[in-house]
């Protein structure tokens, strides 16, 4: 692992977002979300995190993000649906949940 300004702890998700007949697949989580918007002000940034084989077609998308602490795990990655029902109006569904990011993740 690189020395990192920020570390980020919280899982890589699966995101299907669906507005009106449009689908979009890709990434998502908390750790996705605020490691890109640190990458984009110049921060080195570390992720801890627990993906699935599925997760792997992703992989290319978060080269800004040091990945090294990110454990594979035998379980899917974590995904949600998101349906986009008006403007102001969705709903979430938990479709698959990766194994929990324990302590013991975490480098001392």
């Not at 990192?4 to 979009?24: K, M, P, Q, S, T």
């Not at 800004?64 to 602490?69: E, F, I, P, Q």
């Not at 899917?76 to 102001?88: D, L």
């Amino acid at each position: 692992m690189e020395v990192c300004d920020f570390l980020v702890v919280g899982h890589l998700a699966i995101d299907e977002v669906y507005i009106g007949n449009r689908v979009r697949i890709g990434i998502g989580g908390s750790s996705y979300y605020c490691g890109f918007n640190l990458s984009l002000l110049g921060w080195k940034v570390c992720v801890i995190s627990k993906i699935g084989f599925d997760f792997n077609p992703y992989l290319s998308r978060v080269k800004n993000l040091d990945l090294s602490l990110v454990k594979m795990s035998s379980k899917p990655t974590t995904r949600y649906q998101i349906v986009y029902s008006s403007k102001y109006d969705r709903s979430l569904k938990l479709l698959s949940k990766c194994e929990d990011i324990l302590g013991s993740d975490i480098p001392s």
